[in-house]
């Protein structure tokens, strides 16, 4: 994986927005602002309705991502731009989605809505009618995926990252300062990981940095490179976008997504949690 | 699952005990005519200038963020140009007009 086929830039797809095979997906937890005006051609993708099980806390399963995706007009063949709001938050987490459920050819558009809008480019507010198709899923790609036990056992001996706000990290905050304060679970962070904010990845127009910023921001924050390496947030989705820095832009072998991120861990009864801005020990 | 995506800026929040909270709040306004600004990408950095949290400007050209008390900035991107203001926030809620300029 590398730069040139995971992203694209908003020219490349301001040309490619009528191109058979390509399809555009915008991807967001609350849909409202693709309601508002998206990309021509566009469908859309609810991260809460579409994307979750409605009643136990987990993805859909494979054959509700293939009908989801038939339904949603999206063969096995179609090269999909992924775009979303929140920096592409959610668009990165529908990409390792995707990818989770074993559809290669994904995209992400650099700078999602916001470098869209910011560039004064087209939105329409139609939504496009595409033909079903019959998607086929593959099993889930477990390699890129974690859970609690692992990231338990994974305590001093792999990377773990921590991507959320050093507010968060600390356990100052217990949620990004956009939503309100209180929760149930406790504040802080999984002994020995690293704290390096999600937003460190990105430009202030919402576009990734460059992969000599990259190398240059994680080498420096001390991870290693030669160890596997687990990143979490809150949810799973800014840590889906770190996942999609060191995975598919920087190449890293071995990384996990862990969408049960600080809402599972910080519940966890009897495991560890380190407070403050050292990543502190594995005891 | 509650999601992590910023909420409408314009909706009250239900629910919302405001005075445990440390809320900063405010409208984007354009540097001259002090028009409202519509969909602006309004960041909250920090005291070292790290990003904390990003919104969209509600029609009505409001923000809002639940932070902790302290010296914070905030940062507005908009297609009328960009700007940014310094706030010293304290538990409750501190009002603030950001203007943004080319």
């Known amino acids: 994986m590398s730069r040139d086929t995971a992203l694209v830039t908003a020219e490349w797809a301001e040309k490619?927005?009528?191109?058979?095979?390509?399809?555009?997906?915008?991807?967001?937890?609350?849909?409202?602002?693709?309601?508002a005006g998206h990309l021509p051609g566009a469908v859309k993708l609810d991260w809460k309705?579409?994307?979750?099980?409605?009643?136990?806390?987990?993805?859909?399963?494979?054959?509700?991502?293939?009908?989801?995706?038939?339904?949603?007009?999206?063969?096995n063949d179609d090269t999909v731009i992924l775009y979303g709001g929140n920096n592409n938050w959610f668009a990165a987490y529908a990409y390792w989605y995707f990818k989770l459920y074993g559809h290669q050819a994904v995209k992400l558009l650099d700078g999602g809505r916001k470098k869209w809008e910011l560039d004064n480019r087209t939105l329409v507010t139609e939504a496009p009618q595409r033909p079903t198709t019959s998607y086929t899923a593959?099993?889930?790609?477990?390699?890129?995926?974690?859970?609690?036990?692992?990231?338990?056992?994974?305590?001093g001996t792999r990377n773990l990252v921590d991507v959320r706000s050093p507010d968060e990290y600390a356990g100052r905050l217990l949620a990004p300062a956009h939503l309100p304060q209180e929760q149930a679970q406790r504040a802080g962070h999984v002994p020995s990981a690293l704290n390096v904010p999600w937003s460190k990845a990105a430009n202030e127009d919402g576009t990734f940095r460059s992969d000599d910023e990259l190398r240059a921001l994680y080498a420096g924050a001390g991870l290693?490179?030669?160890?596997?390496?687990?990143?979490?947030?809150?949810?799973?989705?800014?840590?889906?976008?770190?996942?999609?820095?060191?995975?598919?832009?920087?190449?890293?072998?071995?990384?996990?997504?862990?969408?049960?991120?600080?809402?599972?861990?910080?519940?966890?009864?009897?495991?560890?949690?380190?407070l403050g801005d050292q990543p502190g020990g594995a005891a | 699952m509650t999601g992590c995506a910023a909420p409408d800026q314009s909706t009250p929040q239900s629910g919302v005990d405001f005075a445990k909270e440390t809320v900063i709040t405010g409208v984007v306004r354009t540097g001259g005519a002090g028009e409202p600004v519509a969909g602006a990408y309004v960041r909250l950095l920090d005291a070292t200038g790290e990003f904390a949290a990003e919104v969209v400007s509600s029609p009505a050209g409001q923000f809002?963020?639940?932070?902790?008390?302290?010296?914070?900035?905030?940062r507005g991107l908009s297609r009328q140009g960009n700007g940014d203001v310094a706030v010293t926030a304290e538990r409750g809620v501190t009002e603030v007009t950001l203007t943004v300029s080319n």
């Open chain 1, 16 to 35: 490619n927005l009528h191109t058979p095979g390509v399809v555009f997906v915008e991807v967001d937890e609350d849909t409202a602002a693709y309601d």
């Open chain 1, 49 to 75: 309705t579409d994307l979750q099980d409605q009643v136990r806390r987990d993805f859909i399963d494979r054959s509700q991502f293939e009908a989801l995706l038939s339904a949603k007009g999206i063969g």
């Open chain 1, 138 to 155: 593959a099993e889930q790609d477990r390699s890129i995926r974690a859970f609690r036990d692992e990231v338990v056992a994974a305590i």
């Open chain 1, 224 to 274: 290693d490179g030669s160890k596997p390496t687990i990143a979490y947030c809150r949810i799973g989705e800014r840590s889906s976008h770190t996942w999609f820095a060191l995975h598919e832009l920087l190449g890293h072998a071995d990384v996990k997504n862990y969408d049960g991120s600080w809402t599972e861990y910080g519940s966890l009864v009897g495991v560890p949690v380190a």
């Open chain 2, 64 to 74: 809002r963020f639940f932070a902790a008390p302290g010296k914070w900035t905030v």
